[in-house]
């Protein structure tokens, strides 16, 4: 069944369920984000026909507030795709220069939109106006929603040329995905409570969204306030009495450094779901300690794939054996190869680039038929199935019982803290600051993920009277924050007098790890 159907049931069934409670106290129930969405979602199809809704976008901007999730079900149910943009993870240059990829895109704007946005957008539905909107009421057809090859949302990730990329997600790829995503640690997820700690903007949030929404349960959003003490988070979460825990490995290691993070604080989680980066065994190992009877998986999958498509339980011998975990077998509908540079298959336990083919992989890059050619084909399995596939740049091999083990990635795009991250974006937003003539990343390993990225600069620019490395390091980095998420800031600035080059001319980053310091 479709998600947007789903949620209808549970709106009928349940009205007076919590669909989603924050940390900082909104609730909204089922039949609230039914009827709420219902009234947006009038509004958004008097903008356009529907013949046109398809292709007419709008962003969907704020934090965690129920009014967020009550955006995206109104696109949906308008028959328009949603692109969402949190306001504290996503700059406003950045955010501005999202928008000027869409056409003229109508803004649900749930916190105060930045200017420099509004410049390229269309109309700006301010949070007062959205409420007007649902005062007054209405619905729309369900012949509206979108549905099968309709594009459902645009999730922006980091692009190589500076620019953001618009992963399009289609609403059969979403359908296809929640039913694999419902099954899941094999427990009954009618009715839990998912944690919701990712950004809006982040594909991680997807799991939970589409897992919590799908099955009538709740999401425990801990917003941005919360997440800024170790404090807040914790009591957050005692408080949550959540089910299934959804986030990154680098942020459960971050709980996992309070020693009250344990079964004492959440008694009732059943399940860690990971997706993002690289599950580290010590981590898999310190939550067997302290919640023996939950289940750890740990998935892969990118953007492009509909988040993700591999899955494994980890067991505590896994976690305590020396070898790298894997990410775990395909879901129905998926398809795993392995290929050389020329795209040839390669056999079982040789290592290449993952290529993922089936139901869930993207559309595309939105407005960008290049970067779509250039990624994504078409393939026909042998019964006949013709479905989309994808070459990630990752590298992995899969093992004789068709495991998945992943090694990283074959160009410069990292993952830190489940973000991922396009090393060359961030070295083309130094090089447009003052004085900057050169600069390169680097990305220092721990515990088999990226710890934290490095830049290394050539500055030949004026400096502050007195001003030191370290000083001019700290105003660079305050002036990134201009354009780049927070995520995306380099942790460290070297300078050098010049960047070292390989023997065909290119910046020897081998060569740069040896000068971070």
């Not at 930045?114 to 390229?120: G, I, L, N, R, W």
């Not at 065994?281 to 498509?309: D, K, M, Q």
């Not at 080059?501 to 790890?513: C, F, H, Q, S």
């Amino acid at each position: 069944m479709r998600f947007i159907d789903l949620v209808a049931t549970h709106a009928a069934a349940t009205p007076a369920a919590a669909a989603q409670r924050t940390s900082d106290g909104e609730e909204i129930t089922y039949g609230e984000l039914w009827e709420r969405s219902g009234a947006i979602a009038r509004h958004l199809a008097s903008e356009v026909p529907a013949s046109c809704a398809r292709t007419a976008p709008v962003i969907v901007y704020g934090h965690k507030s129920p009014l967020m999730i009550t955006g995206f079900l109104a696109c949906m149910r308008a028959g328009r795709p949603y692109v969402p943009i949190d306001c504290h993870s996503v700059p406003a240059d950045r955010a501005a220069g999202i928008a000027a990829q869409l056409p003229r895109p109508t803004v649900l704007a749930t916190e105060d939109f930045p200017a420099a946005a509004a410049a390229t957008s269309g109309t700006v539905l301010s949070r007062e106006v959205l409420r007007t909107l649902i005062e007054a009421g209405g619905s729309v057809s369900a012949n509206r929603a979108i549905a099968g090859e309709d594009t459902c949302y645009i999730l922006f990730t980091s692009g190589s040329t500076g620019a953001p990329k618009g992963v399009e997600v289609t609403a059969a790829c979403l359908d296809n995905f929640l039913a694999w995503d419902l099954t899941l640690g094999g427990i009954d997820k009618t009715g839990l409570v998912y944690l919701d700690q990712a950004p809006f903007s982040f594909d991680l949030s997807v799991f939970e969204i589409a897992g919590a929404l799908a099955s009538g349960g709740t999401l425990a959003s801990l917003t941005h306030g919360t997440q800024q003490s170790m404090a807040g988070q914790l009591a957050a979460l005692a408080a949550s009495d959540i089910d299934v825990w959804v986030s990154t490995p680098s942020y459960a290691d971050l709980m996992l450094s309070a020693p009250e993070f344990s079964s004492s604080l959440l008694t009732g989680v059943k399940l860690f779901l990971f997706c993002g980066e690289t599950l580290a065994n010590t981590t898999a190992r310190r939550l067997h300690e302290r919640f023996p009877g939950a289940r750890i998986l740990n998935t892969y999958g990118p953007t492009e794939s509909t988040v993700a498509v591999t899955e494994i339980e980890i067991t505590p011998e896994m976690a305590a054996a020396p070898a790298p975990l894997p990410v775990g077998r395909p879901r129905p509908g998926t398809r795993l190869r392995i290929v050389d540079g020329d795209g040839t298959a390669l056999a079982a336990g040789a290592p290449g680039e993952i290529v993922i083919e089936g139901d869930t992989v993207a559309r595309g890059y939105f407005g960008r038929s290049d970067l779509t050619a250039h990624s994504f084909s078409r393939v026909t399995w042998e019964d006949g199935t013709t479905v989309r596939a994808y070459r990630t740049g990752d590298e992995g091999y899969l093992d004789d019982e068709g495991l998945l083990h992943y090694h990283g990635r074959l160009d410069l795009q990292v993952k830190l803290n489940g973000f991922r991250i396009e090393l060359g974006e961030i070295e083309e937003q130094l090089r447009r600051l003052p004085g900057i003539d050169a600069a390169a990343l680097t990305a220092p390993m721990r515990d088999g993920r990226v710890n934290h990225l490095v830049a290394h600069i050539v500055f030949n620019g004026e400096r502050l009277a007195g001003e030191s490395d370290f000083r001019l390091g700290l105003r660079l980095k305050e002036e990134l924050k201009a354009s780049l998420p927070h995520y995306m800031i380099p942790k460290k600035i070297v300078f050098l007098d010049a960047l070292p080059m390989t023997g065909n001319g290119k910046v020897d980053r081998r060569a740069l790890a040896e000068t971070r310091g």
